[in-house]
């Protein structure tokens, strides 16, 4: 074996696991939960005309280009303890600030641009005359989103989804900033690497936790590209 | 039945139609561009209109002065565009009973097999639509909208997209859709031979407006003084007695006051009216009675009228005793033949250039 790479390249520490489970379970969550808000946002820019399109429209890329401290910031400023709706939350039992639920909040956030521009331009392919004939078949604007424009907008929805999902897994500035970096409660596989290159000696843990975010990242972008080929294949598009 | 009385602008163009339907199959005809599509939208309720109102069996669809505006998936009227538009992620089968779901339970009066049948895809079902072809795509569509058990049936050029081979294929099958199940039929076309086969009633509409209705070979002979926009859309109308019917050769001999027609194919029963569509470019003028030549269908008549366009004149000829026939010609031929009105001429045309949509037994259409 190399020098630089540690003999204990694959003797995952259990606080290292943690980690690991933990951001499988942040980017999941963060990703589910904000898969209903992504499609009906990316069906509304791309279909729908309404006032202040275009702000909701600059809203929803703003993390984008935001520095993500910034984000985190303002998520802290809204969502924490002291923040604008935090007491409020907190009343009804709903608590964002250090805790794992704060982390998936702030990757979802960050997320969700990646997440609407690749749904939006499968909404937008889809040929209008086919939304057309079935309200002429009877099916109202809702019976004909349910069966037409979403079925025929899955690939894009999956693009977008393992999109947000991989922004999740590397998400760090936001999440930092938002709920610290708590080992075992928000403490995810990047904010791990970052903690190890700050101590003597956590070299080889940093290099262990990088080697499984590629393996996770590399797992998400072949398994979308698997669905993606078959969508396309059921459509006709492949021969 | 359908009552229609609407205006629209839409740019510079201007659109005011006002027509009403009956049973059967009514054609709205007219150039690309007249506004037939338009009003199609308007009544299928893709498209508001600026005034006017749209009416089916008594329910107000449209009516700008009271706001009433019912949607498209209420309206309950089928529709049919060029290309099918079948839905890529649903089978054959899937897609036929689409509409059928929507439709309210009492009203599913059109059985899926009797639909199946008729129009010869119970093949196709398993099948995915984008495995089909051209023609079966345009089947599985028109039985999709007939599934929904529609109100009213719209065909918008329903078979402009598909070759002649096609063509041929399905308009027998339109023709038995309008005979087998009790649904009033608009038909948008610009193909005379078309309309005039599945028509009962026509309304002619050219720049916004409708100019001509009436059962189609009179609102047609109507408009044919009336210079066309294109030389190969004009045609003529003839109605021919059938006379006798040539197995050896597959042609039937019709009698026209004027001279005898011979069509391929079937026309008819003896002694039954036939109509017959001749576009004018496909006619050939002669002074003198030809011999020795392989067109067999001669007529005579006289010069009435002479219109020109650049190099090609359009003659407009009296035939003996009934009926009027187009024929254009270049400027060259027609001073060479020194015609003018009053002038006696022969009028040519080949069999062979009269395809099956040309030819029409008159005593199905007009009920």
């Known amino acids: 074996m190399p020098?630089?790479?540690?003999a204990t390249l694959f003797e995952l520490?259990?606080?290292?696991?943690?980690?690991?489970?933990?951001?499988?379970?942040?980017?999941?969550?963060?990703?589910?939960?904000?898969?209903?808000f992504g499609?009906?946002?990316?069906?509304?820019?791309?279909?729908?005309?309404?006032?202040?399109?275009?702000?909701?429209?600059?809203?929803?890329?703003?993390?984008?280009?935001?520095?993500?401290?910034?984000?985190?910031?303002?998520?802290?400023?809204?969502?924490?303890?002291?923040?604008?709706?935090?007491?409020y939350l907190a009343e009804i039992g709903v608590v964002f600030s250090f805790r794992w639920t704060g982390a998936a909040v702030a990757c979802g956030v960050m997320g969700f641009p990646?997440?609407?521009?690749?749904?939006?331009?499968?909404?937008?392919?889809?040929?209008?005359?086919?939304?057309?004939?079935?309200e002429t078949l009877g099916a109202n604007r809702i019976w004909t989103f349910f069966l037409v424009n979403l079925p025929l907008a899955v690939p894009g929805v999956i693009v977008g989804a393992i999109l947000?999902?991989?922004?999740?897994?590397?998400?760090?500035?936001?999440?930092i900033t938002f709920v610290s970096n708590i080992p075992g409660e928000t403490q995810t596989i990047s904010a791990a690497i970052y903690s190890y290159t700050q101590v003597p000696g956590g070299d080889a843990a940093a290099m262990r936790l990088t080697i499984v975010a590629v393996f996770i990242a590399f797992s998400a972008l072949v398994a979308s590209e698997i669905i993606q080929w078959r969508a396309a294949k059921r459509l006709g598009n492949v021969e | 039945m359908i009552e229609v009385d609407v205006r629209l602008q839409v740019g510079a163009f201007s659109l005011d139609v006002a027509f009403a339907n009956g049973a059967g199959v009514t054609a709205l005809f007219g150039q690309s561009g007249s506004g037939k599509s338009l009003?199609?939208?308007?009544?299928?309720?893709?498209?508001?209109?600026?005034?006017?109102?749209?009416r089916l069996d008594g329910e107000t669809l449209v009516d700008v002065a009271t706001g009433v505006f019912v949607p498209v998936s209420r309206r309950r009227i089928g529709l049919v565009?060029?290309?099918?538009?079948?839905?890529?992620?649903?089978s054959v089968k899937q897609n036929l009973l689409y509409g059928r779901w929507f439709a309210p339970r009492g009203e599913r009066r059109i059985d899926f097999d009797a639909v199946v049948e008729t129009l010869g895809i119970a093949n196709l079902v398993s099948r995915s639509p984008t495995r089909l072809s051209g023609g079966e795509r345009q089947r599985v569509a028109i039985g999709r909208a007939l599934l929904s058990c529609p109100r009213l049936l719209l065909l918008d050029e329903p078979l402009a997209a598909l070759d002649m081979q096609r063509k041929l294929e399905i308009l027998p099958l339109i023709e038995r859709v309008?005979?087998?199940?009790?649904?009033?039929?608009?038909?948008?076309?610009?193909?005379?031979?078309?309309?005039?086969?599945?028509?009962?009633?026509?309304?002619?509409?050219?720049?916004?407006?409708?100019?001509?209705?009436?059962?189609?070979?009179?609102?047609?002979?109507?408009?044919?003084?009336?210079?066309?926009?294109?030389?190969?859309?004009?045609?003529?109308?003839?109605?021919a007695t059938v006379e006798e019917t040539s197995v050896a050769h597959g042609l039937t001999k019709l009698n026209h006051p004027a001279g005898t027609i011979w069509v391929a194919g079937s026309a008819g029963n003896c002694g039954s009216l036939a109509r017959v569509i001749v576009k004018a470019t496909d006619v050939i003028l002669s002074r003198v009675l030809p011999q020795e030549i392989s067109t067999r269908s001669i007529l005579s008549g006289k010069v009435a009228n002479i219109q020109f366009d650049g190099a090609i004149a359009t003659i407009e000829i009296d035939l003996k005793d009934d009926g009027r026939l187009l024929a254009t010609i270049t400027r060259g031929a027609l001073e060479d033949l020194a015609l003018k009105p009053g002038s006696y001429v022969y009028a040519l045309f080949k069999t062979a250039a009269l395809d099956e949509r040309a030819i029409g037994m008159a005593s199905a259409q007009g009920e």
């Open chain 2, 81 to 90: 565009f060029q290309d099918s538009n079948l839905f890529p992620h649903l």
């Open chain 1, 13 to 36: 520490s259990p606080a290292e696991w943690t980690a690991i489970r933990l951001s499988l379970r942040i980017a999941t969550v963060a990703t589910l939960a904000s898969l209903p």
């Open chain 1, 39 to 87: 499609i009906l946002t990316a069906y509304a820019l791309a279909r729908c005309q309404f006032p202040g399109k275009t702000l909701v429209n600059g809203i929803v890329h703003l993390p984008l280009v935001l520095p993500p401290v910034v984000t985190g910031f303002v998520l802290l400023m809204l969502l924490g303890r002291k923040g604008v709706f935090g007491p």
């Open chain 2, 39 to 54: 009003t199609l939208s308007i009544i299928a309720g893709l498209i508001k209109p600026d005034a006017g109102y749209v």
């Open chain 2, 178 to 239: 309008r005979d087998e199940f009790d649904v009033p039929i608009i038909y948008v076309s610009h193909a005379v031979e078309e309309v005039l086969r599945l028509a009962s009633r026509v309304v002619i509409i050219d720049a916004g407006r409708v100019t001509s209705v009436g059962e189609p070979a009179e609102a047609f002979n109507r408009i044919a003084g009336a210079p066309a926009a294109n030389r190969f859309d004009r045609s003529s109308i003839l109605a």
């Open chain 1, 114 to 134: 990646l997440m609407v521009r690749a749904m939006r331009l499968s909404f937008e392919a889809i040929d209008r005359r086919l939304e057309l004939a079935s």
């Open chain 1, 3 to 6: 020098d630089f790479l540690p």
């Open chain 1, 164 to 175: 947000a999902f991989a922004k999740a897994l590397g998400e760090f500035g936001a999440t």
